[in-house]
């Protein structure tokens, strides 16, 4: 699957926002802090050759409207983003409650509401792949990214299961075949510490 491209986005977006009556080449402009006006002409055209536009002269205007594809894949990927912002308040509630309980009971809850917090995430780019993934994608994981640094990156710990066996040892096998025998070594013996201590903290 081959995404759009930054800029195209940035200006597919800013059409797909004007609904169905388009915008006009004179409001894009107010894209020109970022972008140069050869640059969104010539990304006006490529969207236009791709069909995710459609031209319409309106006397002496011309307006730029988003296909209708478009327009419902934006509403499919706002509707999504709404509904992370949504899950977070939610999870930001329930933190304040989770941190009055004892420290082990802590971690359980912690790790019950990170992983509904995920499935949500995965459903919504399930729901995202249906409608132009190419645009609403790229978008949704720019949202996502940001969230991992400021709030998940910190968390994840809490929900990622100690490997078994069987994956330790496709990974070591990965590793030796791609960064040979040494490195697969050394990490074959750090991964066994640190199993070795997690079973001696139980």
């Known amino acids: 699957m081959e995404f759009l491209s930054k800029r195209e986005r940035l200006v597919l977006v800013a059409i797909a926002q004007s609904g169905p009556s388009g915008t006009t080449y004179s409001q ?3 894209l020109g802090y970022i972008l140069s006006k050869n640059t969104i002409q010539e990304t006006i ?11 319409l002269k309106d006397g002496d205007e011309i307006r730029y409207i988003a296909s209708k594809n478009v327009r419902n894949a934006i509403i499919n990927l706002e509707f999504h983003k709404y509904r992370l912002a949504k ?10 409650d989770i941190s009055k309980m004892e420290k082990q009971q802590q971690a359980i809850a912690f790790k019950g509401i990170l992983k509904d917090l995920l499935s949500s995430i995965s459903s919504s780019i399930v729901s995202l792949l249906d409608e132009l993934p190419a645009l609403t994608l790229p978008e949704y994981m720019e949202v996502l990214e940001n969230l991992y640094k400021e709030f998940l990156s910190k968390l994840s710990p809490l929900i990622q299961e100690s ?3 069987d994956e330790i ?3 070591i096998s990965l590793v030796s075949k791609y960064r040979g025998e040494k490195d697969a070594e050394e990490i074959k013996n750090t991964l066994q510490k640190i199993k070795g201590g997690t079973e001696n903290q139980r």
């Not at 055209?45 to 031209?55: R, S």
């Not at 899950?87 to 304040?96: A, H, I, P, R, S």
Request: no cysteine; glycine share 4%.
């Open 45 to 55: 055209e490529n969207l236009y050759l791709q069909g995710y536009i459609n031209v």
């Open 87 to 96: 899950n977070l308040t939610e999870l930001k509630k329930k933190v304040e």
């Open 169 to 171: 040892n496709t990974f």
């Open 28 to 30: 894009l402009s107010a």
């Open 163 to 165: 490997m078994t066996e």
